[in-house]
């Protein structure tokens, strides 16, 4: 990342919590009642930590849970362009201060570390009357130091923590700034030159470049070789029969090792 002359946005004002049922309904909260684009949310631990489509996100004390309140000038339909972007901003900020790990992002939301989900990505948006994007809100969540051994049975063979990984890990507040400058970058870069540059970014890191995937997608299961992603965002799979299909949202699976 280079120098980035913007002043600092997000992250302005951050408000730090002990506890909290999630930090991205905390977020949105303060967003209904017209808090700034930049402000943010960042809690010790999660009573009710979200994934996608109802999901848990197992949320112990210790590792990162920060949610940022982000008023892009953009069509929703370009709201998954953002959750892409924090992923892209994650792989970046893991790699800065954990060195010598190998980041990879999954599609559409997740940093894999040593075969393992290590974060997670929930960017959910809300529009105004007219249909235009109001607010949306990026929440990540980190495994910063939860040993393989400390997850709930059913995650203990896919997740692990950067402190698993690699023997230590940086302090929550040491991650969240520095999450927080590099996820400015990238959110500015996404606005000033479109999402070319965040698909540069992503596509070298993707896990299943090149792989054959399954994606689940509104009940349909779709098979083919990851093909990198879309100038939109979608994720660009070849079936076996050579076409060329696109999906916008889902969950993606593949054979690992
Ligand atoms: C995600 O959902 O990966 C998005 C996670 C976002 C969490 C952050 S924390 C701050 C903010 N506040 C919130 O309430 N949420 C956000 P999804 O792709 O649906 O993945 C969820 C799945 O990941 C679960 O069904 C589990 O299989 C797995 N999982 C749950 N907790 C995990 C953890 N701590 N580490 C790794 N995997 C986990």
């Keep these: 990342m280079g120098p980035d002359p913007a002043p600092r946005v997000l992250g302005q004002p951050l408000v730090e919590l002990e506890v909290v049922e999630s930090t991205n309904l905390e977020a949105r909260r303060l967003a209904r009642e017209g808090r700034p ?26 590792n990162l849970y920060l949610s940022v309140v982000l008023r892009p000038p953009l069509p929703p339909a370009h709201a998954p362009q953002l959750s892409l972007m924090a992923g892209v901003a994650l792989a970046e900020a893991i790699a800065a201060l954990a060195p010598g790990v190998e980041p990879r992002v999954k599609w559409p939301n997740d940093v894999w570390l040593g075969g393992r989900k290590v974060a997670g990505v929930l960017a959910e948006l809300e529009t105004a009357p007219g249909g235009a994007i109001d607010f949306v809100i990026v929440g990540i969540g980190v495994n910063l130091v939860t040993p393989v051994g400390g997850f709930p049975a059913e995650l203990r063979e896919i997740a692990t923590s950067l402190q698993a990984e690699t023997g230590q890990a940086p302090s929550r507040d040491a991650f969240a700034r520095a999450l927080l400058r590099v996820l400015e970058h990238w959110y500015n870069t996404l606005l000033r030159d479109g999402f070319e540059p965040v698909r540069a970014g992503w596509e070298p890191c993707s896990i299943t470049r090149g792989l054959p995937v399954a994606v689940r997608s509104a009940g349909e299961l779709l098979r083919g070789v990851e093909q990198g992603i879309e100038p939109d965002g979608a994720l660009r799979l070849r079936r076996s029969d050579g076409a060329v299909v696109r999906v916008l949202a889902g969950d993606l699976e593949w054979q690992r090792g």
């Design 37 to 62: 684009e930049g402000t943010a949310v960042l809690a010790a631990r999660q009573t009710g930590g979200r994934g996608r489509l109802g999901r848990a996100w197992f949320s112990p004390a210790g």
